[in-house]
């Protein structure tokens, strides 16, 4: 098959690649080194999973699309190749069991282990799934316990993985970095006409936004800003004016510049910079584990059990749903 690139064509799709950014397994089958002349010898790894243990995430994702979408998405057209959503699918499947085993062997890496009460949850899960699978029509009918439990397992490592990074400390965006800024400015191209319009807006009863908008050069004269949408010759005198005040002509890049502030602390507008700041944050951390770890290690999908997989990726089963009984079990930890 093509290869596929992530395509985030609905909320749905989002939400599988920020659920691939997370998650992780836990053993290999086989290692060995490999060495190229010039590069460092990596470990070659083969991921374990089954092709039971696929279909486990697999027919819960593919339930979840169905009653979002009904089955018409998955012969849909996804990107200008006319790659369609089953294809997506299988691609994302594939990158979502890779990003799983790494994260879960990086969790144990750095000595993040399941608690009593986690390990329990994840008995009690592995337990009412099987029950579950027993009573399939499908191949998950023969799906062991040892398999069921490794999946919930891996996924509680990953998860536990992920939550550490996202806690820390060092991830955190402080209300000045995520600031917003309400304001209206002016530019101008010579520093004579600046301080000819800088008289004429600091007047008694001046109304800045209308000068503004005969004066600057750019049409655009309201704008939301932080502190790295300012010139940095401007950002430090911008980001100390109170409400109304009126800056001094700043000169950045050849320039002139005079703002108004409108309001210095738009709350809503940086609370949600700040949310999209940790984000970013968060997602570059755990991308950073990834590519370490990747770095080191060649790592596949068993091909036998992967290909068995692609030949039946389209199963359904909706006795059991793998992440719905995770996060309604785990979410009683809390």
């Known amino acids: 098959m093509k290869s596929v690139s992530r395509i985030d064509k609905s909320s749905y799709l989002m939400y599988i690649v920020m659920m691939f950014v997370c998650?992780?397994?836990?053993?290999?089958?086989?290692?060995?080194?490999?060495?190229?002349?010039?590069?460092?010898?990596?470990?070659?790894?083969?991921?374990?999973?089954?092709?039971?243990?696929?279909?486990?995430?697999?027919?819960?994702?593919?339930?979840?699309?169905?009653?979002?979408?009904?089955?018409?998405?998955?012969?849909?057209?996804?990107?200008?190749?006319?790659?369609?959503?089953?294809?997506?699918?299988?691609?994302?499947?594939?990158?979502?069991?890779?990003r799983l085993y790494v994260m879960s062997m990086s969790a144990q890496s750095r000595g993040l282990i399941l608690t009593d009460k986690e390990n329990e949850a994840v008995l009690k899960l592995s337990n009412e799934y099987l029950a579950e699978a027993a009573k399939s029509d499908t191949k998950l009918k023969d799906i062991t316990f040892d398999e069921v439990n490794m999946m919930f397992r891996d996924y509680a490592l990953a998860n536990k993985l992920s939550k550490a990074v996202i806690m820390s400390k060092e991830l955190e965006v402080s209300e000045n970095e995520a600031r917003i800024m309400d304001l209206e400015y002016i530019v101008l191209n010579d520093r004579e006409k600046a301080e000819s319009v800088l008289a004429e807006v600091t007047a008694e009863g001046a109304d800045f936004a209308s000068i503004a908008r005969k004066a600057s050069t750019e049409a655009e004269i309201k704008i939301k800003a932080s502190h790295d949408d300012l010139p940095k010759e401007a950002d430090k005198q911008v980001s100390l004016l109170s409400d109304s005040e009126i800056s001094g002509i700043i000169e950045a890049e050849g320039k002139y510049y005079i703002y108004k502030c409108i309001l210095g602390y738009d709350e809503a507008a940086t609370a949600e910079r700040k949310e999209a700041m940790e984000k970013s944050r968060r997602d570059e951390a755990l991308n950073k584990i990834y590519d370490e770890y990747m770095e080191s290690s060649n790592i596949a999908l068993n091909s036998e059990e992967w290909n068995k997989f692609v030949q039946d990726e389209q199963t359904t089963f909706e006795g059991a749903d793998f992440f719905a009984a995770y996060n309604k079990e785990f979410k009683l930890l809390k």
Request: glycine content about 4%.
């Open 23 to 98: 998650m992780g397994c836990v053993m290999s089958c086989s290692q060995k080194k490999e060495a190229n002349e010039g590069t460092i010898a990596k470990t070659v790894v083969t991921i374990p999973y089954t092709e039971k243990q696929m279909l486990m995430i697999s027919t819960s994702q593919r339930n979840a699309v169905n009653k979002a979408y009904t089955e018409e998405i998955w012969s849909s057209s996804m990107d200008k190749e006319g790659h369609t959503y089953d294809e997506v699918f299988e691609a994302q499947m594939k990158e979502f069991f890779i």
